[in-house]
């Protein structure tokens, strides 16, 4: 049974940091794509960035250059570092991962960036 479950949001001013971890289990981890995607209020939920298995990584143009997506396949984690955070950051962020044909998605975390 795929399970991802995302931890590390919360309250932070514009211009601070934090660190999203997303814990994986039910599948061999190491040979997935992974991403994180999120959903402002009244948006659509849109990727934010990918880690493919070998470690290659690519990021929405809104979020390059700020956040870094990274794995440990040892630990079955997958981590968004978001720096120089914006007010428009502010969203739910989901881990996901497609799976034996199947879209699996975590329950999410909240990410609020305001003063």
């Known amino acids: 049974q795929v399970q991802l479950v995302e931890s590390g949001g919360g309250l932070v001013q514009p211009g601070g940091s934090l660190r999203l971890s997303c814990a994986a289990s039910?599948?061999?981890?190491?040979?997935?794509?992974m991403h994180w995607y999120r959903q402002a209020p009244g948006k659509e939920r849109d990727l934010v960035a990918s880690?493919?298995?070998?470690?290659?990584?690519g990021y929405a143009d809104s979020v390059k250059d700020r956040f870094t997506i990274s794995r440990d396949d040892a630990k079955y984690l997958v981590y968004l570092q978001m720096n120089t955070l914006k007010p428009e950051d502010t969203a739910v962020y989901y881990c996901s991962a497609f799976v034996r044909r199947t879209r699996y998605w975590g329950k999410g975390t909240l990410v609020t960036v305001s003063l």
């Open positions: 039910g599948f061999t981890f190491s040979t997935y794509s």
């Open positions: 880690i493919t298995s070998a470690g290659s990584t």
